[in-house]
Structures are given as C-alpha cells and as structure tokens.
C-alpha cells in the first residue's frame, strides 16, 4: 500500500510540474486542464497549493523595476512601489547593466 501511495505522489507531482510548464507560458487553467485532462479547479488548487504566482511574479517585478527606472524614478521610490528593499532593486539594476553590456559584447565583438 505505502508503493501505491508514493507512485500516486510521484504522478502527481509530475503533473503538477507539467500543469506548472503550461501556466508559465501564460496558459489559463481552464487550458491547462484541458490540456492534461483535468478539471480547471484541480489547476487553481495546485496553483495555490504551489504558489505559482509568486513564482512568475519575481520576473515580473524585476522587469516592473527596469521600466520604473526608466521612467526616471529613483532606488527608493522603486522599492516602495515595489514592497521591495533598496538592496534588492540596487541588484535589479546591477544585473540589468550587465546584462546590457554582455549583449552589447556580443553584438559588438
């Protein structure tokens, strides 16, 4: 009984991690349980189960912290907009200038 339960765990975190792939390429959960034959409440739970929109936010407010920048906001008005600290969006930038560089490299040699 004990290798029953594990195999189900095991299917379902496999389909949990596939139902996870899906909604990170923007799939609603309606279409991913379409997709993998679940129901769409089964795909909301896992995703609160999962927290899979704290997961996809962190990108998000990296880029939300680029665009504000630009717009001419300083480090400190960033990070309260962004319940951030001053650290975190002083790293944000750090890493978006270097990534700026290195594709400026490449596209430069």
Not at 83 to 94: D, F, I, L
Request: glycine fraction near 2%.
């Amino acid at each position: 009984m004990k290798q029953t339960n594990k195999l189900h765990k095991a299917f379902q975190s496999d389909l949990e991690a596939q139902a996870f792939k899906y909604y990170a390429m923007g799939l609603s959960c309606r279409e991913v349980g379409k997709l993998l034959d679940l129901s769409a409440r089964t795909v909301e739970r896992y995703s609160q189960k999962n927290r899979w929109q704290d997961k996809l936010s962190v990108k998000t407010v990296e880029q939300r912290a680029y665009e504000l920048h630009e717009a001419g906001k300083t480090y400190e008005e960033i990070a309260k907009a962004l319940k951030v600290s001053r650290a975190t969006v002083y790293n944000y930038m750090k890493r978006h200038k270097a990534n700026l560089a290195a594709n400026e490299q490449f596209q430069n040699p």
